[in-house]
Structure formats: structure tokens, C-alpha cells
């Protein structure tokens, strides 16, 4: 059966005007959505039942896009303009801080212009000093050149380094040059730093003294320090004894104890030490030690034997067998029996 109004058979109903405005009005929150950040809005908040609040205007909302349809209409764009009128009334007056503007001048450059730098060296006040004649024969008509000193972390030429700093000179319509000198402090008296501008000749002078550094030989001198472990101001510690030293010996008393003898008693071995060695023996002619009593020996007796071989002592203390008799007879004939003993020359 065909039909020629209502819709197709199988397919759902005509949307109604109620459906046409939900479906439209989930079209433009999307669209919102996309063009406008709701996390930025210092007015959108949540609440705790799930809902959009606009805490200017203190509307409740269901969803998102019913807070951005809010937004443009006229009472949140009447509290917005109320609000901004008020902030602007209470907030103090404040003078704008007047920005002078200095467009810079666009000139055709025609070079680097000629320079000469003179090392100078003043032997009373131990100053060195630099000379500088930068020439500039082409300089505009009323014009004057100028310097001025950048420091390393000023320029963006080369990388930084605090050690040296640079000297600008500037005249129109030449390039500014630059010269690297040390950074050392800069003695700006009078008679030791000036400049002078020579229209005539057209060249401009710059001399400057820089402050001689103390000397070194001034400084006093450090306290010496054991192998680098000491700190200053802190008394330095004794050296440990070497390990696996035999222990030193005590002093020797000044004097004598009351109640000794004459001499100095022997002392005792200290233990673990290796004992004193044996005196010397006594010499035959030659002087005996004094006995710990303090007297002197008796003289030994005289000899008993007078002559030339009454110190003569026998060959076995030197260790070595007597002498053989000599053979008694004649050759070829020997004597039966022992010889006899020797006779004995020493009683």
C-alpha cells in the first residue's frame, strides 16, 4: 500500500519539534566544546549532585551545553560587564611608566675604521697602560666618537670569559670595533685615564692605567704544613712511632744513688733484647779493669825461672802437638823404649 505522507513503512517516526531541539541543542554543546575550554572559565564549576553552576551569576545547568548557551545570553554578559566596572573602580590608579622609544638609525656602513694600540709600562707606580688612537677621516659633519667598556656576559660574539672584557668604540658612519682587554680593575683618575677628540686630524685618543695587582712577595708566608694534612690554624700532630720498633732504652741517671759504690751498677737486660756482650779478655802486659770495689789488684808474684826464656810458654796453647824428640845415637841406631818426657821449662 503506498502512502503518500507520514513516513516509509519499517522506519521510525517523524521526529517530533521535542527531539529536533535535544538533538540541536547536543549539536552546538559539541561545537562549543570544540572552540571554547571549559577548564579555563573561572565561572563553570561542578557540583556534587552532578550539575554545572555559574558562580557569577549563581544559575543552576544539566549538562555543559546548557552552561554555554548561558554564557552568551544577556544576564551572564550584564554581571561580566558589572563586575569588570567594579574591579576598575576599586583598583588604585596607576600611573603607565612612559617607555622611550629609540628607533635606531639606518645608515649605510663604509667600514672598519684605522686604529693603533700602544703597550705602555710606568716603572714608578708598576701600572701598565694601553694606548688607543682609532682614526676616522670620514666621520659625519658635528659628530664625536664614542666608547664605552661590555662586559664578557654582555656580548653574544664570542663565549664568555671573566678574565677579559671589551672596549667599544662608535662613530657614525664607520662599524664599531672592539678590543679584548684584561679584566682588571681600571684606574679612572684624572691624569691616568682620558680621551681626547681631534677634530683637525681627525682621530680619537683613549689612554687608561690599569691598578697594579699586589706583589706576591708582600704576602706572608703560609705555616708549613706535614704532608698536606693539616689545616690552617690547627696545631700539627706528632708523628706515630714506625711500627715493629724495638722499644727505646730509658735515660741514664745524672748521678750516682744515694748509697752506691763509686762506679754505676750494671744494668739489667731489658727482656726480649739481646744480651750485653762478654768484656774483653785481659791482655798479658797490658792494663786489667778496676774491680767493682774500687781498689787496685795485688801485683802478680815474679817469675820463678831468670832469663831469656822465663816468658816462654809451651806450644800446646797455641794448640798444636809437641815436637818430637830429638834421636838419640847414631844414624841408624835408635834407642829402644819411651823417650823421655820433655823437661818442663816453666814451674
Known amino acids: 500500500m503506498d502512502r503518500d505522507w507520514g513516513s516509509k513503512p519499517g522506519s521510525g517516526g517523524a521526529a517530533s519539534a ?48 546548557n552552561y554555554l548557551a548561558h554564557t552568551q545570553g544577556k544576564r551572564h554578559q550584564t554581571n561580566l560587564a558589572k563586575r569588570a566596572a567594579r574591579e576598575a573602580k576599586d583598583a588604585p590608579a596607576q600611573p603607565q611608566p612612559h617607555k622611550r622609544k629609540v628607533a635606531p638609525r639606518k645608515t649605510v656602513k663604509i667600514g672598519r675604521p684605522g686604529y693603533r694600540v700602544t703597550k705602555q709600562f710606568d716603572s714608578d707606580t708598576k701600572q701598565r697602560s694601553l694606548l688607543f688612537q682609532i682614526e676616522y677621516p670620514e666621520i659625519e659633519d658635528n659628530a664625536k666618537p664614542r666608547h664605552r667598556f661590555m662586559s664578557s656576559y654582555e656580548q653574544r660574539i664570542e663565549s664568555f670569559d671573566k678574565k677579559y672584557q671589551y672596549l667599544l668604540f662608535a662613530a657614525e658612519p664607520y662599524e664599531i670595533i672592539s678590543f679584548k682587554v684584561p679584566s682588571t680593575e681600571i684606574d679612572k683618575s684624572t691624569p691616568k685615564f682620558f680621551s681626547h677628540w681631534d677634530p683637525d686630524s681627525k682621530m680619537f685618543t683613549l689612554q687608561l692605567y690599569f691598578k697594579a695587582k699586589p706583589l706576591e712577595a708582600n704576602k706572608p708566608q703560609p705555616p708549613p704544613v706535614n704532608n698536606g694534612t693539616s689545616a690552617p690554624g690547627v696545631p700539627t700532630r706528632p708523628l706515630p712511632p714506625p711500627p715493629h720498633a724495638p722499644p727505646q732504652p730509658p735515660p741514664p741517671p745524672q748521678g750516682p744513688q744515694p748509697g752506691a759504690a763509686g762506679g754505676n751498677p750494671p744494668r739489667a737486660p731489658l727482656p ?47 794448640e798444636r802437638p809437641p815436637m818430637p824428640p830429638p834421636p838419640q845415637g847414631f844414624p841408624g841406631q835408635q834407642m829402644q823404649g819411651p823417650p823421655p818426657p820433655p823437661p818442663s821449662m816453666v814451674q
Open 272 to 318: 726480649g733484647s739481646m744480651p750485653p756482650p762478654p768484656p774483653p779478655p785481659s791482655m798479658a802486659n797490658g792494663p786489667r779493669p778496676m774491680p767493682p770495689g774500687g781498689s787496685m789488684p795485688a801485683p802478680p808474684p815474679p817469675p820463678m825461672n831468670v832469663g831469656p826464656m822465663g816468658n816462654f810458654t809451651a806450644g800446646n796453647q797455641m
Open 18 to 65: 521535542q527531539n529536533e531541539a535535544i538533538d540541536r541543542r547536543e549539536r552546538l554543546r559539541r561545537l562549543a566544546l570544540e572552540t571554547i575550554d571549559l577548564a579555563k572559565d573561572p565561572y563553570f564549576m561542578r557540583n556534587h549532585l552532578g550539575s554545572y553552576e555559574c558562580k557569577l551569576c549563581l544559575t543552576l545547568h544539566n549538562n555543559e551545553g
